[in-house]
């Protein structure tokens, strides 16, 4: 019969069942640091009267020759919706 091969850890030493007798590995535990988190935007739902004023505003930029992603940063919007609100029938 094969030896069985004892693992040691790092941070505690085994335990032994009760019933069995038989040695438990106990495996040390890391605590891990939670990821930061990056601050939550607050969703705002914009009227029919707001999306019509932003996307005159996003055809007037792209008209005028600017990049969409100077067009997203001076409405304060994401260079998708800046897209989708160009390509809006």
Known sequence: MAKKVKKKSAAK???????????IAVKSVRLKKPAKKAAA???TRR???????????VIAGFK????AE???????I???YVYTLKNKA
């Open 78 to 80: 994401s260079k998708p």
């Open 13 to 23: 030493t085994g335990t032994t069942a009760k019933k069995t007798r038989k040695v």
């Open 47 to 57: 009227s029919a009267a707001d999306v019509a004023k932003l996307r005159k505003s």
């Open 70 to 76: 100077a067009i997203a940063k001076e409405l304060g």
């Open 64 to 67: 005028a020759k600017k990049p």
């Open 41 to 43: 935007r607050k969703v």
